[in-house]
């Protein structure tokens, strides 16, 4: 993998986990998201500024993976970008979410991260 390579799915994986961050923050503990049918449902969710800030990141994350995927191949580019995913993810939560961050959380993305490794060396 080329160093551009690697900076296109960097940038994949910052706005794919900006938009998890993003859609945790618009419906993250809220019950009724489904409540009253598909239609109330996508409405809730196009006019939630959160929400909308969500789709637009999974937007340019599919920008640059499909980028990514101009130089790496698909079986090591996906769980690299997954992986960098992960660890956003993970910070978030922690972080600004305050979810819990336990040995069992933290030993399943080790593992996951070992996975990746594995699948990405002389992939």
Same mark, same amino acid.
């Given at each position: 993998?080329d160093r551009w390579g690697?900076?296109?799915?960097?940038?994949?994986?910052?706005?794919?986990?900006?938009?998890?961050?993003?859609?945790?923050?618009?419906?993250?503990?809220?019950?009724? *998201? @489904?409540?009253?049918? =598909?239609? +109330?449902?996508?409405?809730?969710?196009?006019? $939630?500024?959160?929400?909308?800030? #969500? %789709? &637009?990141?999974?937007?340019?994350?599919?920008?640059?993976?499909?980028?990514?995927?101009?130089?790496?191949?698909?079986?090591?580019?996906?769980?690299?970008?997954?992986?960098?995913?992960? *660890? @956003?993810?993970?910070? =978030?939560? +922690?972080?600004?979410?305050?979810?819990?961050? $336990?040995?069992?959380?933290?030993? #399943? %993305? &080790?593992?996951?991260?070992?996975?990746?490794?594995?699948i990405s060396l002389r992939?």
């Open positions: 993998m690697f900076l296109m799915l960097l940038g994949s994986a910052f706005f794919n986990a900006t938009a998890n961050t993003f859609m945790k923050a618009a419906f993250g503990g809220r019950t009724e *998201l @489904l409540d009253g049918g =598909v239609a +109330a449902s996508a409405l809730r969710i196009l006019f $939630n500024p959160w929400a909308a800030g #969500g %789709i &637009a990141c999974f937007g340019v994350s599919f920008v640059f993976l499909s980028a990514a995927l101009t130089r790496v191949d698909l079986s090591v580019a996906y769980p690299v970008m997954a992986g960098m995913v992960f *660890l @956003l993810v993970l910070a =978030v939560s +922690a972080g600004y979410f305050g979810e819990p961050l $336990n040995g069992y959380r933290l030993s #399943g %993305i &080790a593992a996951i991260l070992a996975g990746i490794a594995v992939g």
